[in-house]
């Protein structure tokens, strides 16, 4: 298998840590997103929606999505970190809080970037009044999360799941939006500290 993707980019790091916590090492292909080479025709062939990362198996089978990269990568590797929850009630808690987390959190804080940043303009409009709406809709989402890490040690419940890898990323793009997680987000601080210490992390 082989990992078309752009190392430190937030979609390709969620698949990375998802990938180090199981102890997993992949082949990895560079894709110049500066240069549009995941908007070139073959690349697209490979991943629909044009996006980086994209996992290439060995039938030359394409599985693009962060998300169902890893749902496939732990599908046929078992292990007991059960990183989409164990028990029905844990794995739709998961489910949940992932859905949660992207429509919440992480559509909002692409939009703020994009639109901010203009880090894409030569290729889309970029309107800078939006951008200030997703960023204000990211700011008003978390304290929703630090609310949730005030009653459960991990996003999802007790247990460290993908959602808590998507909360990372998240919170990774909060320094560039001029977002703070001040001493109103304890819990989130709490969270955020116990997730440094992770290995899966500090290796990133």
């Known amino acids: 298998m082989r990992l078309h993707e752009k190392a430190g980019t937030p979609s390709a790091e969620?698949?990375?840590?998802?990938?180090?916590?199981?102890?997993?090492e992949l082949e990895r292909v560079d894709v110049d997103i500066r240069a549009a080479e995941n908007r070139t025709?073959?690349?697209?062939?490979?991943?629909?929606?044009?996006l980086i990362p994209v996992l290439e198996l060995e039938d030359g089978?394409?599985?693009?999505?962060?998300?169902?990269?890893?749902?496939?990568?732990?599908?046929?590797?078992p292990n007991e970190l059960a990183l989409f929850g164990q028990t029905?009630?844990?794995?739709?808690?998961?489910?949940?809080?992932?859905?949660?987390?992207?429509?919440?959190?992480?559509?909002?804080?692409?939009?703020a970037f994009r639109n901010l940043s203009g880090f894409f303009s030569d290729r889309e409009t970029c309107i800078r009044e939006w951008g200030e709406e997703s960023r204000q809709r990211l700011?008003?989402?978390?304290?929703?999360?630090?609310?949730?890490?005030?009653?459960?040690?991990?996003?999802?419940g007790e247990h460290f799941s993908i959602a808590d890898i998507t909360l990372w990323v998240l919170c990774g793009f909060l320094g560039r939006l001029e977002i703070e997680l001040g001493e109103q987000l304890p819990n989130l601080q709490r969270w955020h500290a116990q997730m440094a210490q992770r290995p899966s992390v500090q290796k990133g």
Not at 16 to 21: G, H, K
Not at 91 to 110: D, H, S
Request: net charge negative.
């Open 14 to 24: 969620r698949v990375n840590i998802f990938l180090r916590e199981l102890g997993i």
């Open 61 to 77: 089978t394409h599985i693009c999505e962060s998300v169902a990269i890893c749902r496939y990568i732990d599908a046929i590797n």
């Open 139 to 156: 700011s008003a989402f978390l304290p929703t999360l630090d609310k949730q890490l005030g009653k459960h040690n991990w996003v999802a």
């Open 88 to 111: 029905p009630i844990e794995q739709a808690k998961v489910e949940m809080w992932q859905r949660i987390l992207e429509f919440q959190g992480v559509v909002p804080a692409f939009q």
């Open 41 to 50: 025709e073959a690349f697209m062939d490979k991943a629909p929606n044009g």
